[in-house]
Antibody, heavy 121, light 105 residues
Framework: QLQLQESGPGLVKPSETLSLTCTVS??????????WGWIRQPPGKGLEWIGS???????YYNPSLKSRVTISVDTSKNHFSLELSSVTAADTAVYYC?????????????WGQGTLVTVSS | SYDLTQPPSVSVSPGQTASITCSGD??????ASWYQQKPGQSPVLVIYQDNKRPSGIPERFSGSNSGNTATLTISGTQAMDEADYYCQAWYSSTVFGGGTKLTVL
């Protein structure tokens, strides 16, 4: 059964870069039939897609975040990563990683458990 | 940017049918997905490609999509279905609806 696990610092200072990794277990990230995505959820609010990546490194980003986001993949470690630069308090959220079926336009299943990242000095 | 609009809340009595709508420009021309999220948990896919149920999702969950509105229907709603529900579609970017809190009372 495929599982995803987010990891990274839970506290980031304003103006710095948020870095998270999603480790995939129970399956290979190197499949052409899936994309791998990041989604976030501010406390008490709804879901926001950040971006998605294929195993070969093709990326698609939310236009509202594109200037600050980099998503990368490391097939040798079976994980993919998120970097979000110049963070502010508005970037405080639970960050989820998820597998995306077919292509970057499709549904997410399964999701990781999520990790709370707080932006504060 | 495009928006998907959901009612903030829907209430239903146990055993009755709950319908949650998701509205967007020409949404019927796109595929809609639905997610269930219980407090403190990650979202779970309950409907994809408008009306398909993933393995393990009860038959009481169904979906439809036409015109500008996608609908998630829960037949014979149970207390365990109380949760937030989000729709999702692609509009040159993945877009999520604002979420609907389903209360079973």
């Amino acid at each position: 059964q495929l599982q995803l696990q987010e990891s990274g610092p839970g506290l980031v200072k304003p103006s710095e870069t948020l870095s998270l990794t999603c480790t995939v277990s129970g399956g290979s990230i190197s499949s052409s039939i899936y994309y791998w995505g990041w989604i976030r959820q501010p406390p008490g609010k709804g879901l926001e897609w950040i971006g998605s990546i294929s195993y070969s490194g093709s990326t698609y980003y939310n236009p509202s975040l594109k200037s600050r986001v980099t998503i990368s993949v490391d097939t040798s470690k079976n994980h993919f990563s998120l970097e979000l630069s110049s963070v502010t308090a508005a970037d405080t959220a639970v960050y989820y990683c998820a597998r995306q079926h077919g292509n970057y336009q499709n549904w997410f299943d399964p999701w990781g458990q999520g990790t709370l990242v707080t932006v504060s000095s | 940017s495009y928006d998907l609009t959901q009612p903030p809340s829907v209430s239903v009595s146990p055993g009755q049918t709950a319908s949650i709508t998701c509205s967007g420009d020409k949404l019927g021309n796109k595929y809609a997905s639905w997610y269930q999220q219980k407090p403190g948990q990650s979202p779970v896919l309950v409907i994809y490609q408008d009306n398909k149920r993933p393995s393990g999702i009860p038959e009481r969950f169904s979906g439809s999509n036409s015109g500008n509105t996608a609908t998630l229907t829960i037949s014979g709603t149970q207390a365990m279905d109380e949760a937030d529900y989000y729709c999702q579609a692609w509009y040159s970017s993945t877009v999520f609806g604002g979420g609907t809190k389903l209360t079973v009372l």
